[in-house]
């Protein structure tokens, strides 16, 4: 069913045309004890104002008891085909022998997106992101979105199951319109066309479309998080934008996973924090979570 509504986006949730609004978003909770600490303490201290859960990860298990103790914290699933670390790994959750185009030679998720789209059957995709949903579901998580590890999910032929699920659970999603020029900056330049169809699919199962997203939450070496953020900052324009951060808490089992944790660790101290808080408010951000999108899903 395509959306009748004509109002932009901003105006539903009941902001201004010409008000700046962010949906500042906590990715990878669950992947470890790190990210839960640090994006949970994000949520109820900080700018934050929803995240999405890694089901397959080790620390899901953490993760699902965290949600269950704060409902009103607004939590997605982060549906996940990859596993990216070289040490650290997670498999799928409907079972290695349901999905075997799923795993890699170690017997995990591949750990890049062209492995994924190079192997996997898009049958066993379906049954992974459905197991993914139910579990996370199964384990009193009152799921107020899906998103994408990766981007993964977002790509042709996958991006068809991730509309149909989100229809299905009535569930928003990460989708916005593709910027050639981000995309570009990103590394996916020639992902434009594929993303733009995947949008349009989205788009016809009657799904909100965001009007931005910015992406390069990890993109900093160590010492450059101030400049960066304001960077960051000053590119969400008028309309509703899906800022992705990475919060974790710093020490050893962090380090020992990321090569980022430096990056993963500013954003802790600055999304999660008063001078979080302060800064969007000069800087004139409005900020929203998934869970108004979620209202206007199940409103319609």
């Known amino acids: 069913m395509a959306s009748t509504l004509v109002q932009p986006l901003a105006q539903q949730l009941g902001f201004a045309a010409s008000d ?15 990210a839960n600490a640090g994006a949970f303490d994000a949520l109820a201290n900080g700018v934050v104002t929803c995240g999405s859960i890694m089901v397959p990860c ?37 079972g290695r022998d349901r999905v075997p185009s799923l795993l890699d030679e170690q017997g995990y998720l591949p750990r890049t ?9 898009p049958a066993h995709v379906e049954i992974e992101l459905r197991a993914q949903i139910e579990t996370a579901l199964a384990a009193g998580i009152d799921v107020t979105h899906l998103d994408a590890h990766m981007g993964t999910v977002l790509l042709d032929p996958f991006v068809g199951f991730y509309a149909r699920l989100a229809q299905e659970y009535r569930l928003p999603v990460f989708a916005a319109q593709p910027d050639p020029a981000v995309l570009e900056r990103a590394g996916l330049g020639a992902f434009v066309a594929v993303l733009r169809r995947g949008t349009e699919q989205i788009a016809a199962a009657g799904l909100p479309i965001l009007d931005g997203v910015e992406l390069f939450s990890l993109d900093f070496e160590a010492g450059a998080g101030e400049s960066h953020t304001t960077t960051r900052l000053s590119r969400i324009g008028t309309g509703v934008t899906y800022l992705i951060t990475h919060p974790a808490r710093d020490g050893e089992e962090l380090r020992a996973i990321s090569p980022d944790a430096h990056a993963r660790v500013f954003e802790h101290g600055f999304y999660g924090s008063q001078a979080g808080r302060d800064r969007f408010a000069k800087e004139g951000i409005r900020t929203v979570g998934m869970r108004a999108l979620r209202d206007l899903v199940r409103a319609r």
């Open 20 to 34: 700046r609004v962010a949906i500042v978003h906590a990715d990878d909770i669950g992947m470890c004890h790190a």
């Open 58 to 94: 080790p620390w899901f298990r953490e993760a699902a008891d965290l949600a269950r103790a704060n409902p009103h914290f607004d939590l997605g699933v982060h549906l996940t085909l990859n596993s990216e670390w070289p040490q650290y790994r997670w498999g799928p959750v409907a």
């Open 113 to 121: 997106l062209v492995e994924v789209l190079r192997a996997a059957k």
